[in-house]
């Protein structure tokens, strides 16, 4: 069973930087969508961000201008490069690939932006 593997999570303070990294154990056929997902405590998961196997991104209203996804499907991996961090950007952060016959997820890592 292919599994994600995620990385990058951490602390960082307001307006700080970091880049989660995720990659696939193995082989993932037929992708059509690689994303990162948060949940913060008390709330639902919500779409960060998506890339498209043809390329095209797609952006929550509040991470846009900030965040930057890059997907490879060949190599099955995906990064979020996040910067200008908020508190409010507190949250786990989950990769998915959506696939032909699979949906796949990440265990999820922690980021916590605090002052």
């Known amino acids: 069973q292919v599994q994600l593997v995620e990385s990058g999570g951490g602390l960082v303070q307001p307006g700080g930087s970091l880049r989660l990294s995720c990659k696939a154990s193995g082989n993932i056929f037929g992708i059509n969508t690689m994303a990162w997902y948060r949940q913060a405590p008390g709330t639902e998961r919500e779409l960060v961000a998506s890339?498209?196997?043809?390329?095209?991104?797609n952006y929550a209203d509040a991470v846009k201008g900030r965040f930057t996804i890059s997907g490879d499907i060949a190599k099955n991996t995906v990064d979020l490069r996040m910067n200008s961090l908020k508190l409010e950007d507190t949250a786990v952060y989950s990769c998915?690939?959506?696939?032909?016959?699979?949906?796949?997820w990440g265990q999820g890592t922690q980021v916590t932006v605090s002052s």
């Open positions: 890339v498209s196997s043809s390329g095209k991104t």
């Open positions: 998915n690939v959506a696939a032909i016959f699979n949906n796949y």
